[in-house]
Antibody, heavy 120, light 110 residues
Framework: QVQLQESGPGLVKPSQTLSLTCTVSGGSIRSGGYYWAWIRQHPGKGLEWVGYIYFTGSAYYNPSLKSRVSISVDTSKNHFSLNLSSVTAADTAVYYC????????????WGRGTLVTVSS | QSALTQPASVSGSPGQSITISCSGTSSDVGSYNLVSWYQQYPGKAPQVMIYEGSQRPSGVSHRFSGSKSGNTASLTISGLQAEDEADYFCCSYAGNNIVVFGGGTKVTVL
C-alpha cells in the first residue's frame, strides 16, 4: 500500500530555510486525482494547512505563509518537498506530509510526521 | 483565512452521545459541503473519520456521523467508548484551492 515518509533536519536556525522531503512508496506520485500536501501542528495545538501540489507542479499555499513557502515535486524520485524561508521559533512544529483526494476533498493518507525545532 | 472554531473540549460517559461543533463562515463551511473530520491520538498522525460532510470511509465505525447547518458542521459520536478518547479536528475546503482546519477538540470519556 502507499506510504508517505518525511525526512529532513530536526533543527533549523532562526532566519534560515526549513527544508523537508516526503517520499512516496508503494505507488506513483504521478497518479492523477491527488494533491500532495504539507500540514503542520504546533506543539499541543491544532493543525495548519501549509500547502499542496499536483504532480504537474501546480502548487497552492496557505495565504498566511505564501510569502515564505515553496512546495515542489520530483516525479523521477517520487517525492515532493517543502521549503519554508526566514524561519522563527513560531515555525517550530511537527510537519506532516499527506495525500489529498481531489474528488472527495479529504486527506486520506498521512506520514508519521517529523518535529522541526527552530532554535539557535 | 481564519481557522474554523471548535470547542476546546467535550466529554461524555460511556454509551452516551456527544457532538462536536465546527463553526466557519459563508466562505468555507457555508459554501461547500466539503467538511472532513479527523481523529488523532497522542503522538500519532490524524486519520479521517468523515468526509464530504457526512460520508464515512470504509472501516470507520457507524457510531461516527457528520452533518451541517448553515456555517456550522458537526461530528456526533454515539455509543461513546473509551477508545474514542482523542483529539478531533474539522477541515473545510475554502475555495481558490485553500484548505482550513479547526483548532481541535479534546474528547474525554468519563
Amino acid at each position: 500500500q502507499v506510504q508517505l515518509q518525511e525526512s529532513g533536519p530536526g533543527l533549523v536556525k532562526p532566519s534560515q530555510t526549513l527544508s523537508l522531503t516526503c517520499t512516496v512508496s508503494g505507488g506513483s506520485i504521478r497518479s492523477g486525482g491527488y494533491y500532495w500536501a504539507w500540514i503542520r501542528q504546533h506543539p499541543g495545538k491544532g493543525l495548519e494547512w501549509v500547502g499542496y501540489i499536483y504532480f504537474t507542479g501546480s502548487a497552492y499555499y496557505n495565504p498566511s505563509l505564501k510569502s515564505r513557502v515553496s512546495i515542489s515535486v520530483d516525479t523521477s524520485k517520487n517525492h515532493f518537498s517543502l521549503n519554508l524561508s526566514s524561519v522563527t521559533a513560531a515555525d517550530t512544529a511537527v510537519y506532516y506530509c499527506a495525500r489529498y483526494i481531489d474528488a472527495d476533498w479529504f486527506f486520506d493518507l498521512w506520514g508519521r510526521g517529523t518535529l522541526v525545532t527552530v532554535s539557535s | 483565512q481564519s481557522a474554523l472554531t471548535q470547542p476546546a473540549s467535550v466529554s461524555g460517559s460511556p454509551g452516551q452521545s456527544i457532538t462536536i461543533s465546527c463553526s466557519g463562515t459563508s466562505s468555507d463551511v457555508g459554501s461547500y459541503n466539503l467538511v472532513s473530520w479527523y481523529q488523532q491520538y497522542p503522538g500519532k498522525a490524524p486519520q479521517v473519520m468523515i468526509y464530504e460532510g457526512s460520508q464515512r470511509p470504509s472501516g470507520v465505525s457507524h457510531r461516527f456521523s457528520g452533518s451541517k447547518s448553515g456555517n456550522t458542521a458537526s461530528l456526533t459520536i454515539s455509543g461513546l467508548q473509551a477508545e474514542d478518547e482523542a483529539d478531533y479536528f474539522c477541515c473545510s475546503y475554502a475555495g481558490n484551492n485553500i484548505v482550513v482546519f479547526g483548532g481541535g477538540t479534546k474528547v474525554t470519556v468519563l
